[in-house]
């Protein structure tokens, strides 16, 4: 069964920190791994997609990162921003698929 | 190009009753999932569907079903509602195979309260 777990639960910074939140799996036979953000009370939006093959994805300030051998992904977020408030969520699988635990991020001005 | 789009936004109904939940991919998208967020919770997956067939479940009673039609939208059932049952139900939209293969779109989603 996979379980994918998210550290910290909750990280709180002032604006311009670089951050980083982690997301561990147990099962490694994966097929991709996303993040997401969402924001309060709202549906889910996609940030970045890693394949299975790849090691790294960038899109503007974010970068994440899979090594699938060790079970963890990465998310890094530069020069973080208030607008950057959000709960963030790792999701991976094949047939079931798996959100992980969520980490709530507070980007303070 | 409009984007994932459920219906009903929001409803109320009470426990023992059905309710059915409605999603539209994005065009040219052929796979759907569902998936349901408790309140403070993250989201648990429900059920994928690709091409009118069940790809995938997740841990969830046979009181929820779905189906997808020809058109590619698909509907979310759940029989004999219990107070639990109350959530947000999301649906995502990607263009093929297994959802986890792909850049997915998610819907506002659905706000079920059961009373």
């Known amino acids: 069964k996979q379980e994918v777990t998210q550290i910290p639960a909750a990280l709180s910074v002032p604006e311009g920190e670089n951050l980083v939140l982690n997301c561990s799996f147990t099962?490694?036979?994966?097929?991709?791994l996303q993040w997401f953000r969402q924001d309060p009370g709202k549906g889910l939006t996609s940030l970045l997609l890693?394949?299975?093959?790849?090691r790294e994805q960038t899109s503007g300030r974010l970068n994440a990162s899979l090594d699938k051998s060790s079970g963890r992904s990465t998310l890094y977020i530069a020069a973080s921003q208030p607008g950057d408030s959000a709960t963030y969520l790792c999701?991976?699988?094949?047939?079931?698929?798996?959100f992980g635990t969520g980490t709530r991020l507070l980007v303070s001005p | 190009d409009a984007g994932v789009t459920q219906s009903p936004t929001h409803l109320i109904k009470t426990r023992g009753q059905h309710v059915t939940l409605r999603c539209s991919p994005i065009?040219?998208?052929?796979?759907v999932s569902w998936y349901q967020q408790v309140l403070g919770q993250g989201p648990q997956f429900i059920f994928q569907?690709?091409?009118?067939?069940?790809?995938g479940r997740g841990n969830f009673p046979d009181r929820f079903s779905a189906r997808q039609f020809p058109n590619y939208s698909s509907e979310l059932n759940v029989n004999a509602l219990l107070l639990g049952d109350s959530a947000l139900y999301l649906c995502?939209?990607?263009?093929?195979?297994?959802?986890?293969?792909?850049?997915?779109?998610f819907g506002a989603g659905s706000r079920l309260t059961v009373l």
């Open positions: 065009s040219g998208h052929k796979s």
């Open positions: 569907y690709y091409e009118k067939e069940e790809r």
């Open positions: 890693i394949q299975s093959s790849q």
């Open positions: 099962d490694s036979a994966i097929y991709n």
């Open positions: 999701f991976t699988g094949f047939q079931k698929l798996v």
């Open positions: 995502a939209s990607s263009r093929g195979g297994f959802s986890g293969a792909n850049v997915l779109t």
